[in-house]
């Protein structure tokens, strides 16, 4: 609709500079006037002023404006009911919007929510974007919202400390819940509320004090990340295992393209009826990668897994390869 206007817009403002082109020439040649009579004579002939010509017009001249006079209010009524329309309408753009958005969402299933798009919500977003994650952004601040929302990254507008905002944003039908608002106490609302909603949902929050960990776990929250721990252990062990802590550093994930380490469920790899072993994939031959981690169907995790380590259905290993092969291994395997 808005592309429609503009095309509107458009063509209206150039009719109007081929109009004004038409006159001013038309007058130079027809009556021999200088180019700053002709283009003050075809102005006030196309806005229908009504003031005198300046000097006195022939046949040739009176028909020629006669006609001019005629395109012009054609053309200016053209151009003033695109005008008012577009003003009219400006507030149904939103509404629009909005509701092709909400449309969007609505079609979603197994999406993530992240409530709160302040620091960590955008960086949440990134990576999500990334590794191509659907995603909904629940934000109250309309600014923000104004100014960050695309067809990549949708936002519903409203506190997601409300229920009716929740189930806006699909809250029913979501896989995953990220909490990231600056106030504890918000988030421990809305830890309470998603969870009651949908209980199998996994949920994660952001907390600023370490008093609130604990409440958020007892609220629902399947983890809790402390940013200003996490920051401050960081930034000590660059003091102490600097080396260690930069090429970990190095495996962050920015984007499919350049991802360095992965995690894939044993179903994507074989048919998990038939229980293999890490040696029996031989990853490391086919792909260049390495297994490093084992997470088993109960969710515990194993560093290093020995190579005669079972596989057993909906568990996961975890690889590290460079980015190509980590590229070849999803190729091989046909993953997404």
Request: charged letters at 25%.
């Amino acid at each position: 609709m808005i592309k429609l206007f503009r095309v509107k817009i458009y063509t209206a403002v150039f009719l109007l500079l081929i109009l004004l082109f038409i006159g001013v020439i038309g007058f130079k040649i027809m009556s021999n006037y200088s180019w700053v009579d002709a283009l003050y004579m075809t102005v006030i002939t196309i806005t229908t002023v009504g003031f005198q010509e300046v000097h006195p017009l022939d046949d040739t001249g009176k028909i020629f404006t006669i006609f001019l006079i005629l395109a012009s209010v054609v053309i200016l009524g053209y151009a003033i009911t695109v005008i008012t329309e577009y003003i009219l309408s400006k507030n149904n753009f939103e509404e629009l919007k909005q509701k092709k958005m909400q449309k969007k969402i609505d079609s979603l299933a197994n999406h993530i929510i992240i409530c709160g798009y302040g620091r960590n919500g955008k960086q949440a977003a990134k990576k999500l974007l990334a590794y191509k994650k659907p995603f909904v952004v629940i934000e109250k601040d309309k600014d923000i919202m104004d100014k960050f929302q695309s067809e990549m990254v949708p936002f519903v507008l409203g506190n997601a400390n409300e229920d009716e905002i929740l189930l806006q944003a699909g809250i029913d039908r979501a896989d995953t819940l990220i909490s990231a608002l600056p106030n504890d106490a918000d988030n421990l609302f809305v830890v309470l509320s998603a969870r009651q909603i949908n209980t199998n949902m996994n949920i994660i929050s952001r907390a600023s004090q370490e008093t609130s960990y604990q409440k958020l776990k007892l609220a629902g929250a399947n983890n809790v990340i402390l940013p200003d721990r996490i920051g401050g252990d960081h930034m000590a062990s660059l003091v102490v295992v600097p080396d260690l802590i930069e090429f970990i550093d190095n495996l962050s994930i920015v984007g499919k393209a350049n991802i360095n380490i992965e995690e894939i469920s044993i179903e994507k790899l074989y048919d998990a009826t038939k229980t293999k072993t890490i040696r029996d994939l031989d990853l490391r031959k086919k792909t260049g990668c390495t297994v490093i981690g084992y997470k088993d169907e109960a969710g515990d995790y194993i560093v290093n897994p020995e190579a005669d380590m079972k596989l057993v259905p909906k568990s996961k290993i975890i690889v590290l390869g460079r980015p190509e092969q980590i590229q070849k291994l999803n190729s091989i395997y046909n993953i997404d």
